[in-house]
């Protein structure tokens, strides 16, 4: 590679540095920065929350000796989260 080609390349990573991917826009350390972090709607909370509520109470009835109904519970939620 000729020292052309790596001063090119230099500058360009000096470019590729200074702007932020998402936006495209140029560093400027004097603005917030927007959060990356997606927004919690009620359907995400929802697709959260339900697994983990029955996945939890699925794990103490299984603990405390039930067999038939954790399954039952699995069948019921697979249901629902398939027509979500």
Do not use: C
Not at 45 to 73: C, E
Request: charged share 15%; proline share 8%; hydrophobic share 50%.
């Amino acid at each position: 590679m000729s020292f052309q080609q790596q001063v090119i390349l230099l500058q360009l990573f000096k470019r590729m540095r200074t702007k932020d991917l998402n936006d495209g826009l140029h560093y400027n350390p004097t603005l917030p920065r927007p959060s990356w972090h997606p927004k919690i709607s009620p359907y995400r909370f929802i697709v959260f929350w339900i697994p983990l509520t029955i996945g939890i109470v699925k794990a103490a009835l299984s603990l405390k000796g039930s067999v038939t109904i954790p399954i039952t519970l699995e069948w019921i939620s697979g249901v629902v989260i398939f027509l979500m």
